[in-house]
């Protein structure tokens, strides 16, 4: 048995979870109407291939592009969502999770009916941002995990949510040590204000150091200059903008720079 079930999951040390960011769906403001669910599709395929070909070590779709998001989707959003993934299903080669922004229960059902290993959500806390005020029921979401048999699906805590600020005066360090406790997470993710944002190197390390024993993700920002000593700190990473065009998150996947990416860190985990 390994330190960490990420390592029986996704067959490696620090492992990396590169997003596939779908394109706005129908019922999302930005959708395209005239291109439809096939260029939706053709679009997360190209993306899902370039990511498998750069050596990734496992997916997480998301539907990224539903700005502004949720925190209860609308049915259509998982209904396309898991088309997508099906139609995918022949091509993905890795472990793969999903995300359906920010709702964990509609995440979850998305996990039990495309066999998805993991999801990433906020789970707990309740906070004040753009999407106004933004409540969790941890409670209620794991007993409907496994109400619908989703007890293997691993469940990744985000506790610095995007764009959101904890509503009670609470530090990182703490909600993490008392989320452990109380929701036993099977993994933190730490994050920045906005998806691409650099993650605070010593929040990262200061989570880390409170809670040895759970899986701790660096959620976002990390690139090639930084991942380095993302790594030498957390137990793996999430990521996505990097690896697109010019490093730009609403641009297409780049494959070589995820290539470049994956080489560094097959690298640096020859030393561990």
């Given amino acids: 048995m390994s330190k960490y079930w990420t390592e029986d999951v996704m067959g490696c040390q620090k492992p ?22 096939k260029k939706i599709i053709e679009r997360a395929r190209k993306d899902l291939l370039a990511l498998q070909s750069g050596g990734v070590d496992a997916v997480m779709f998301s539907n990224e592009f539903s700005l502004p998001y949720l925190t209860k989707v609308q049915p259509v959003t998982i209904a396309c969502m898991a088309r997508i993934i099906g139609e995918l299903m022949a091509d993905i080669k890795i472990p793969f999770g999903v995300n359906a922004l920010w709702d964990p229960i509609a995440s979850l059902d998305l996990a039990v009916a ?44 985000n506790i610095v949510p995007e764009s959101a600020r904890y ?14 406790f109380n929701a ?31 899986v701790v993700f660096v959620n976002t920002g990390v690139c090639l200059e ?6 030498g700190i957390a137990d793996g990473a999430v990521v996505g903008t990097t690896f697109k065009i010019d490093g730009v998150f609403e641009h297409e996947v780049d494959e070589g720079r995820v290539k470049a990416f994956m080489d560094k860190v097959k690298a640096f985990r020859k030393n561990l």
């Avoid at 993991?118 to 806390?125: H, S």
């Avoid at 209620?140 to 995990?145: G, I, M």
């Fill in 16 to 37: 990396i979870i590169a997003m596939c960011h779908l394109s706005a769906l129908p019922g999302d403001p930005s959708y395209d109407k005239e291109g439809g669910m």
């Fill in 114 to 157: 495309t066999g998805a290993k993991f999801v990433r959500e906020v789970f707990t806390g309740v906070y004040a941002g753009d999407l106004g005020l933004w409540n969790t029921n941890c409670g209620a979401v794991v007993r409907h995990q496994h109400a619908i048999g989703a007890e293997h699906v691993r469940l990744l805590f």
């Fill in 167 to 180: 509503l009670a005066e609470r530090g990182v360090v703490e909600i993490a040590k008392s989320t452990v």
């Fill in 184 to 214: 036993r997470p099977d993994a933190l993710c730490i994050s920045g204000l906005t998806a691409g944002a650099e993650t605070d190197i010593q929040i990262l390390k200061n989570v880390k150091e409170a809670v040895p024993n759970t």
């Fill in 226 to 231: 930084s991942v380095e000593e993302q790594l």
